[in-house]
């Protein structure tokens, strides 16, 4: 399905979404900001969908940010959504695991939204960096705060001051991007690997990845206190009984999905 310049495509339990705005290097207008921040509403509520996976068309681009053509008639800021940030992803607080397939330059809101994602698949000609300097701007959308988190202040700062980009290579280096790989198995290996890890208890997944998020803004002994009391809880549940189980009988053990 086609909406507003978003591919949505179901790739099993995988919601796939593809920014389709080539000619602009896949810049968000107002109306696919609207449309992706939909999307990922829809697969957020859908039972039957384990994780959503970002991309963008062609080769050249992943996502170049705002509609810079679109602004100048309109007025900058039309991206951002509510409560949810940059197409609707930079601030919304999600429930089901995010992944991007960075296929090209990512680039301002194209690279904020990256920082937002869970796990970052990158092609080896990818640059990605915050430019909004360039344009009298800054990346308030998360950008900044999140590279403050990630990154070291040298490095940080100089992306955010200067604008330069960084490429793929040296973001999987800092531990921003998580994999990277030729153009033509992009799509396929992050693909695979998240099927791969809707194997595993869906449960599981994001009670680990909630608790990451929080562990890494509280002090060890609070977070050790909330992981005992989620752990404990998860030793109990189905899903922890059968994964046991299997493993004492040999067997793969069954997703029980969401």
């Known amino acids: 399905m086609t909406d507003a310049g978003l591919i949505i ?3 099993g339990a995988i919601c796939l979404l593809t920014i389709d705005r080539e000619p602009v ?5 107002a109306a696919t900001s609207r449309a992706l921040d939909a999307a990922v509403t829809q697969a957020e509520g859908d039972p ?6 970002l991309t963008g068309a062609g080769h050249r681009a ?3 940010g705002m509609d810079l053509k679109e602004a100048a008639v309109i007025g900058a800021g039309h991206g951002l959504i509510p409560d949810r940030g940059f197409g609707g992803l930079t601030e919304r ?10 296929n090209g330059t990512a680039v301002a809101g194209g690279f904020e939204i990256i920082l937002a994602c869970d796990l970052v698949f990158a092609a080896d000609h990818v640059l990605m960096g915050l430019s909004e300097v360039r344009r009298g701007l800054f990346a308030f959308a998360g950008g900044v705060q999140r590279l403050a988190r990630q990154l070291p202040r040298g490095t940080a700062l100089a992306m955010i001051m200067t604008g330069e980009l960084l490429p793929a290579r040296r973001l999987y280096e800092l531990g921003v991007v998580t994999e990277v790989l030729p153009a033509a198995q992009l799509l396929d290996r992050t693909l695979a690997v998240t099927t791969a890890m809707l194997g595993n208890s869906w449960d599981a997944v994001n009670n680990g990845r909630h608790l990451y998020e929080l562990a890494a803004d509280m002090e060890i002994n609070q977070a050790l206190a909330m992981g005992k009391a989620w752990g404990m809880a998860t030793l109990e549940s189905p899903d922890s009984r059968a994964g046991i189980a299997a493993y004492v009988g040999g067997r ?4 029980s999905g969401s």
């Open 9 to 11: 495509e179901r790739r």
């Open 252 to 255: 793969k053990a069954e997703d």
């Open 48 to 53: 039957d969908i384990g994780a959503i996976v």
């Open 25 to 29: 290097r896949n810049a968000l207008d």
């Open 93 to 102: 607080r999600r429930t089901k695991p995010l992944i991007a397939a960075v």
């Open 62 to 64: 992943f996502c170049s």
